[in-house]
C-alpha cells in the first residue's frame, strides 16, 4: 500500500492561475479531508468528504473547490490564486469506525508570487 | 467553539533531559484526542490517541495521558531522533471525523 499520495510535491503560480492539487488514497478509505498548514497556525480544516458524491466545507473554504467522483481520488482546485493560499497542504483519509486516526500525504509546497 | 492550545511553543532539551509538552482543549463531549508527529516536509504521523480522562497509553520513549481539561505528552530520556514537532487534534461528538489541531510543539533534542 502507498498509503496517502500527493502530487506535486512543490509548485509555484502567479496571481490568479488556477491549478489542483491531487490525491489519491489506495485503502480504501471513505473518509477524506484537505487542510492547509501555516506558521504558528496549525492544520486547518479545508473541505472533507465522507464518500464519493459527498463534499462539505471546513474551516476555511473559501477559494476553494473539491468534488470527490472516486473513494481513491480527493482533488483540490484553486481556481484564481492569491498570495494568501501560499501554504503547504496535506490531504488525509480515514478508516472507517468512530475515532480512527487520519492518515496524512507529505504535503504540496504551494508559493503564490 | 472548540478549540486545542499546546505549550510551550518550542522546547530544547539535551539527550536524556525527560520533559512533558501539554495540549490544552476545550470541546463538546470529547470524541477522541490524538497526538501526531511531524518531520520537516513530511505529513503527520499518528502516535497515540486517547478517549477519555485517565487513560494513558506509551510508545517507547513516549507516554500521553488524559484529563478533562488537558493532555500530556511525557517524554523521557530522550534521544536527538525524537526531534519534530509533536502535533495535538480533538474530535468533538458534533464534528463527525472533523479534527481541531492545537499550532504545534517542536521539540529539538540536542547530543
Known amino acids: 500500500n502507498a498509503g496517502v499520495t500527493q502530487t506535486p510535491k512543490f509548485q509555484v503560480l502567479k496571481t490568479g492561475q488556477s491549478m489542483t492539487l491531487q490525491c489519491a488514497q489506495d485503502?480504501?478509505?471513505?473518509?477524506m479531508s484537505w487542510y492547509r498548514q501555516d506558521p504558528g497556525m496549525g492544520l486547518r480544516l479545508i473541505h472533507y468528504?465522507?464518500?464519493?458524491?459527498?463534499?462539505d466545507q471546513g474551516e476555511v473554504p473559501n477559494g476553494y473547490n473539491v468534488s470527490r467522483s472516486t473513494t481513491e481520488d480527493f482533488p483540490l482546485r484553486l481556481l484564481s490564486a492569491a498570495p494568501s493560499q501560499t501554504s503547504v497542504y496535506f490531504c488525509?483519509?480515514?478508516?472507517?469506525?468512530?475515532?480512527?486516526?487520519?492518515?496524512f500525504g507529505d504535503g504540496t509546497r504551494l508559493s503564490i508570487l | 467553539e472548540d478549540q486545542v492550545t499546546q505549550s510551550p511553543e518550542a522546547l530544547r532539551l539535551q539527550e536524556g533531559e525527560s520533559s512533558s509538552l501539554n495540549c490544552s482543549y476545550t470541546?463538546?463531549?470529547?470524541?477522541?484526542l490524538f497526538w501526531y508527529r511531524q518531520d520537516p516536509g513530511k505529513g503527520p504521523e499518528f502516535l497515540f490517541t486517547?478517549?477519555?480522562a485517565g487513560e494513558e497509553k506509551e510508545k517507547e520513549r513516549l507516554k500521553a495521558t488524559l484529563t478533562k481539561k488537558e493532555s500530556f505528552l511525557h517524554i523521557t530520556a530522550p534521544k536527538p531522533e525524537d526531534s519534530a514537532t509533536y502535533l495535538c487534534?480533538?474530535?468533538?461528538?458534533?464534528?463527525?471525523?472533523?479534527?481541531?489541531f492545537g499550532q504545534g510543539t517542536t521539540l529539538q533534542v540536542k547530543p
Open positions: 468528504s465522507v464518500g464519493a458524491g459527498i463534499t
Open positions: 488525509a483519509s480515514t478508516p472507517p469506525g468512530s475515532n480512527q486516526p487520519q492518515h
Open positions: 486517547l478517549y477519555s
Open positions: 470541546v463538546s463531549g470529547l470524541r477522541g
Open positions: 487534534a480533538v474530535q468533538g461528538s458534533g464534528n463527525t471525523g472533523k479534527l481541531i
Open positions: 485503502m480504501n478509505h471513505e473518509y
